[in-house]
């Protein structure tokens, strides 16, 4: 399940949240004993459509495979499932498991809670999660699905980090220091600095950013009775999944035709000099994939080093 | 039905979207034949956990009341109900049919197309929906539900209404006028200006906006088979509302103690000079409500002084 979920971030494009962080975000938590590695992943509540699974500290990505099922399940015979998990740990990205419904015939949804990295609105201090949500529709074939996958936040730390490999200053509004200044470096942020909810500032929608971010909160944490990010130790995470299928409310020929359609519309209206045509969510790491599935996916060789100098460390044979 | 959303509107103090635009917004169009006053609402589609309904060009209030009451009843039986609306028209506020869901122990949801006022990242013109989505949860009184209500863009129309009344200019990052410019006074607004979406610029999270706004279109227009706003003319919405049975995942005693223990938290945590404390979406709604149930809603003149014209015209008694 996890080599899955990776591989599906890797061959996407999502490099930040591929086997780029293997070892040092999952093996190693596991070393340090942060994991339980023989979990009891167990369903602690069961309805025709819904469902809380209880994560038991496993590794992040198999209580949500499971979860992922089960809303697909529970969506087959009723039309929609919903399934929450608590007491889970990182799960890698929001959108694989999205996916995991569009070849169902089906919508996806994931949502995640993040690191505690995020300052409310007129808060001086980073307090609440990088919460994130994808949302996953298919569409028509040569057409790419629309996946969308992404943090409540501004920016994901990820932008940080390439800021930090780049060199670069932050831009203004994408965070706070620890003085509740602007963000204007990458260290500022790592030495305990806040980005900010999408939105940025009041006048800008900040509310709206912070409101969507309590709502992952709610559904994640909250409803599954694993706590919401803010009150959550940093080893845990809690998710929330769905399945919407789509010939319950509509048939899949017409809903294909009318996200087409939406989409020629869009791509027609007129752009701004310079703009280049409008693309959709998904639609980049959908032409990723279909590259990376001719040539292979191009590993840095600091990833393929660190996963066979893990497997010396641990005697296994390292077969790639 | 009608009355009911309008005046949960004007209680919670949106008044915006309350009685004060009821001649105008709804009265008038039923007057210029835009509105079928003898609708055949009905479901066309029906799981146990989801169904469409079709407006059949109602006046937007009356599908959407009976598609929450559906979804509600779903809920009650399954754990999760969710029904899209095809073929309405303006359904005033989302966050009153989401309201509907709380006092049945339920998490409610509800979405809607919007006027096709929104420019897509690096687009020059107005071509997608005011798209909105709100998102309420139980608390245990006296702590006020949390209730989202909000557009998937930097700002909803009502704010350039709002400083047109101030004789104010807008501030740069709200929208574009019609040469693709930032928009700086509400007349280049009317004049075919557009609105960012929620994050204003790619480099603080447009695409997110834009990301979200085009899936309230999937789950309202693409899923009903009442096609993306993009594509809808202005008489119609499409809408979409869902039900989320809270003890179905967890029990209700232990949902109420996590949604009070986080914002006590998150109130707790550290605020910048001068920002006053936190609140959460629907507080200062809720604040309101109390206040106008103990002395009644201050209408302004012009809002009961065009009812009574209303009546008038059409030989109704005016009796408030």
């Given at each position: 399940?996890?080599?899955?979920?990776?591989?599906?971030?890797?061959?996407?494009?999502?490099e930040?949240?591929g086997?780029a962080?293997f070892?040092?975000?999952y093996?190693?938590?596991?070393?340090?004993?942060?994991?339980?590695?023989?979990?009891?992943?167990?369903?602690?509540?069961?309805?025709?459509?819904?469902?809380?699974i209880?994560?038991?500290?496993?590794l992040?990505?198999v209580?949500?495979?499971?979860?992922?099922?089960?809303?697909?399940?529970?969506?087959?015979?009723?039309?929609?499932?919903?399934?929450t998990?608590?007491?889970?740990?990182?799960?890698?990205?929001?959108s694989?498991?999205?996916?995991?419904?569009?070849d169902?015939?089906?919508?996806?949804?994931?949502?995640?809670?993040?690191?505690?990295?995020?300052?409310?609105?007129g808060?001086?201090?980073?307090?609440?999660?990088?919460?994130?949500?994808?949302f996953?529709?298919?569409?028509?074939?040569?057409?790419a699905?629309f996946?969308?996958d992404?943090?409540?936040?501004?920016?994901?730390a990820?932008k940080i980090?390439?800021?930090?490999?780049?060199?670069?200053?932050?831009?203004?509004?994408?965070?706070?220091?620890?003085?509740?200044l602007?963000?204007?470096?990458p260290?500022?942020?790592?030495?305990?600095?806040a980005?900010?909810?999408?939105g940025?500032?009041?006048?800008?929608?900040?509310?709206?950013?912070?409101?969507?971010?309590?709502?992952?909160?709610v559904?994640?944490?909250v409803l599954?009775?694993?706590?919401?990010?803010?009150?959550l130790?940093?080893?845990?995470a809690n998710?929330?999944?769905g399945?919407?299928r789509?010939?319950?409310?509509?048939?899949?020929?017409?809903?294909?035709?009318q996200?087409?359609?939406?989409?020629?519309t869009?791509?027609?209206s007129?752009?701004?000099p310079?703009?280049?045509?409008?693309?959709f969510?998904?639609e980049?790491?959908?032409?990723?994939?279909?590259?990376?599935?001719r040539?292979?996916?191009?590993?840095?060789?600091?990833v393929?080093d660190?996963?066979?100098?893990?497997?010396?460390?641990?005697g296994?044979?390292?077969?790639?």
């Amino acid at each position: 399940m996890t080599a899955d979920v990776l591989l599906s971030s890797d061959l996407r494009g999502i490099e930040s949240h591929g086997f780029a962080r293997f070892v040092e975000f999952y093996v190693n938590r596991a070393r340090q004993g942060l994991l339980n590695l023989s979990p009891n992943v167990r369903v602690v509540e069961d309805a025709p459509s819904a469902a809380t699974i209880d994560g038991d500290n496993a590794l992040g990505f198999v209580p949500s495979t499971i979860a992922m099922r089960l809303a697909i399940d529970k969506a087959r015979a009723t039309g929609i499932g919903m399934v929450t998990v608590r007491t889970s740990s990182h799960y890698g990205p929001a959108s694989p498991y999205a996916l995991m419904a569009l070849d169902q015939g089906m919508i996806g949804i994931s949502m995640t809670t993040g690191g505690n990295s995020v300052v409310p609105p007129g808060g001086a201090k980073r307090v609440y999660g990088l919460n994130a949500l994808s949302f996953a529709a298919p569409c028509r074939p040569p057409e790419a699905p629309f996946v969308l996958d992404m943090a409540t936040s501004v920016i994901a730390a990820g932008k940080i980090e390439i800021a930090q490999r780049r060199g670069k200053e932050i831009p203004e509004g994408w965070g706070l220091d620890t003085e509740g200044l602007p963000l204007s470096t990458p260290e500022q942020y790592y030495a305990g600095g806040a980005i900010l909810p999408l939105g940025g500032d009041v006048l800008h929608g900040a509310w709206k950013g912070f409101g969507l971010g309590i709502m992952v909160d709610v559904l994640t944490g909250v409803l599954s009775g694993g706590r919401a990010s803010a009150e959550l130790e940093r080893r845990y995470a809690n998710h929330f999944f769905g399945a919407m299928r789509i010939d319950a409310f509509t048939s899949i020929e017409s809903f294909y035709d009318q996200m087409d359609s939406m989409k020629q519309t869009l791509r027609a209206s007129p752009r701004l000099p310079g703009a280049g045509p409008l693309t959709f969510a998904g639609e980049p790491e959908a032409a990723l994939e279909a590259e990376y599935r001719r040539n292979g996916i191009p590993y840095h060789p600091s990833v393929t080093d660190g996963l066979r100098q893990m497997c010396s460390e641990l005697g296994i044979e390292y077969d790639l």
